[in-house]
């Protein structure tokens, strides 16, 4: 068999075969992308855990490159 018939340069003139191959690659891709989803879920979270933390401003600062004093 020559080398060219094994190639398919373009998917307009694909086999079936290279069709059908193509489509089993993307299913395995999203079966493994959903699986890795699944198994990353952590489960139920407390109803605390969800709400967000309050943080309150404190005085303002100035930070400088050097350890020198600021004065205003």
Do not use: W, Y
């Amino acid at each position: 068999m020559p080398i060219s018939c094994l190639m398919d340069h373009s998917l307009l003139t694909a086999s079936r075969t290279t069709h059908v191959k193509i489509v089993v690659v993307a299913l395995l891709g999203a079966i493994l992308v959903v699986s890795i989803g699944i198994a990353a879920h952590v489960g139920e979270t407390p109803s605390a855990a969800l709400a967000p933390a309050v943080v309150k401003a404190g005085q303002p600062a100035t930070f400088t490159k050097d350890n020198r004093t600021f004065a205003r």
